[in-house]
């Protein structure tokens, strides 16, 4: 009888001592991954925010908004000449809007912008955008002519 003292006891102080350091209870369920509209509005500010950086100029602010990567193969000074002479209607915006945005299987977020350069040429423009440790960082650009609205 003692036995089964002895081992009701123990068994009841473990499940006390269990639920007293939160053993017990049920794991947190997995949070769900932010929407595509969240991830989009998160990743469309450093682009908007990059375009009002060169409208004033400010190409150290505008590198800052660059990838880790696309800083690795250019430095600051190449960085701005590649903008200037590889997109004149980014370097010189008058006017941007996202048209579209969505988010890749790999993670990255694509965003779809019209853009109207001050030599009054409209592009659309497709932004690469990678998420590091700071944030959404612009990976990459690629454009063409948009005989469109803008």
């Known amino acids: 009888m003692r036995l089964r003292t002895t081992a009701a006891l123990f068994a009841l102080m473990t499940v006390a001592l269990v639920a007293r350091l939160g053993l017990a209870q049920a794991p947190a369920p997995p949070t769900a991954p932010p929407d595509t509209n969240t991830l989009v509005q998160a990743a469309t500010e450093p682009v908007m925010r990059q375009l009002e950086a060169f409208r004033r100029d400010d190409f150290d602010t505008a590198y800052a908004f660059a990838s880790e990567e696309i800083q690795q193969r250019f430095d600051r000074a190449r960085f701005e000449e590649m903008v200037r002479v590889g997109y004149p209607e980014i370097a010189r915006s008058v006017f941007a809007v996202v048209a579209e945005g969505e988010r890749a299987a790999n993670g ?6 019209k853009i109207r350069g001050a030599n009054g040429v409209s592009i659309e423009a497709v932004y690469e ?6 944030g ?3 990976n990459g650009v690629v454009t063409k002519p948009d005989p469109g609205v803008v």
């Not at 990255?108 to 912008?113: A, G, K």
């Not at 955008?129 to 700071?134: D, I």
């Open 136 to 138: 959404w960082k612009i």
């Open 108 to 113: 990255n977020v694509y965003l779809v912008l």
């Open 129 to 134: 955008m990678v998420s590091e440790p700071g």
